[in-house]
């Protein structure tokens, strides 16, 4: 089957550590893209890809960092920069026409 | 920069009873509509889109959405709620640029 995959959906970590946040996907989109979610805001941009190699800054991307070495593949670090970083992460990938965002199932971040 | 306005951050319902659900966006030109579902714990998933043609679209799960683009709305509707329709209703608008905005989510709670 066809999707996008994250990786874990529950991730507990202490405050200061970095974490990196797996997301894959098989749909051969060439775009992806890392939301974060808050209770009552909404999906928040953190940031994108349209190519391999190639990455943008979205609305919120203080604190994160992303790579893009494989088309499959875009894996998001929470670091220690991040003041407030419990969240609920969901990552979205869309084809070449770019008509349709596609989601992951999301993991749950929760920093203690 | 697009903006998306969902107007009721909570709607009740009783179950069987019909139900509106609204969204406004910012911009006049040409923009592609979705609606989306998200049930807890889980990413988002696509319920139906406009992307051109008829301004009824019909989705899954028996809603359907009108889109207005003088009053540049797109309303979410379905004319009898189950219990299993409780969820958070979103509504995006995709730019010419592939940017994709969301609105600030709508929580949808059906009434036995």
């Known amino acids: 089957d066809g999707g996008i995959t994250q990786s874990p959906k529950y991730l507990f970590r202490k405050e200061g550590q970095n974490v990196t946040l797996s997301c894959e996907q098989n749909?051969?989109?060439?775009?992806m893209y890392w939301y974060r979610q808050d209770p009552g805001q909404g999906l928040r941009l953190i940031y994108y890809s349209q190519i391999v190699n190639d990455f943008q800054k979205g609305d919120i991307a203080e604190g994160y960092s992303v790579s893009r070495e494989k088309k499959e593949s875009f894996p998001l670090t929470v670091t220690s920069a991040q003041k407030n970083p419990t969240a609920f992460y969901l990552c979205?990938?869309?084809?070449?026409?770019?008509?349709?965002?596609?989601f992951g199932p999301g993991t749950r971040l929760t920093v203690l | 920069a697009q903006s998306v306005t969902q107007l009721d951050s909570q709607v009740p319902v009783f179950e069987e009873a019909p139900v509106e659900l609204r969204c406004n966006y910012s911009?006049?030109?040409?923009?592609?509509l979705f609606w989306y579902v998200q049930y807890p714990n889980q990413g988002l998933q696509l319920l139906l889109k406009?992307?051109?043609?008829?301004?009824l679209v019909k989705g899954i799960n028996g809603f359907e959405a009108e889109f207005n683009k003088s009053q540049t709305s797109f309303h979410l509707r379905k004319p009898s709620v189950h219990i299993s329709d409780t969820a958070e209703y979103f509504c995006?608008?995709?730019?010419?640029?592939?940017?994709?905005?969301f609105g600030t989510g709508t929580s949808l709670t059906v009434i036995p």
């Open positions: 979205a990938s869309t084809p070449d026409s770019g008509d349709t965002q596609y």
């Open positions: 749909l051969n989109h060439d775009a």
């Open positions: 995006a608008v995709s730019d010419i640029a592939d940017q994709f905005y």
């Open positions: 911009s006049s030109v040409s923009v592609y």
């Open positions: 406009y992307l051109s043609g008829s301004t």
